[in-house]
Nanobody, 126 residues
Framework: QVQLVESGGGLVQAGDSLRLSCAASGGRSEYYAMGWFRQGPGKEREFVAG????????SYEDSAKGRFTIPRDSAKNTVFLQMRRLKPEDTAVYCCAAARSPHPQTYNNPKEYDYWGQGTQVTVAS
């Protein structure tokens, strides 16, 4: 069984930065691709960023490009979401996900992921 635990959410001001963490345990999560999804108030869940098992490939949703990065420390089974120049529309519950595949063909497809964390709230004030 793989468990994912997110942390690092909070209340920030527009333009601020925030780093989320996702710690994985159990299974062979060190070989899993990882991703971040978010769901804002009244919105559907959407893909934010993904990373292959060794960090060699990353993928970003258009609105995140140039602002967000998804570093990974495979030795610690931890993936991060480094968010910069945050906007009020970034307000959402952010969930970490893990795919058994080390390199999914479509990182933005939630069906590629097998395990999900509980989420951490990010609120960006205007």
């Amino acid at each position: 069984q793989v468990q994912l635990v997110e942390s690092g959410g909070g209340l920030v001001q527009a333009g601020d930065s925030l780093r989320l963490s996702c710690a994985a345990s159990g299974g062979r999560s060190e070989y899993y691709a990882m991703g971040w999804f978010r769901q804002g108030p009244g919105k559907e869940r959407e893909f934010v960023a993904g990373i292959s098992w060794n960090g060699g490939v990353t993928s970003y949703e258009d609105s995140a490009k140039g602002r967000f990065t998804i570093p990974r420390d495979s030795a610690k089974n931890t993936v991060f979401l480094q968010m910069r120049r945050l906007k009020p529309e970034d307000t959402a519950v952010y969930c970490c996900a893990a795919a058994r595949s080390p390199h999914p063909q479509t990182y933005n497809n939630p069906k590629e992921y097998d395990y999900w964390g509980q989420g951490t709230q990010v609120t960006v004030a205007s």
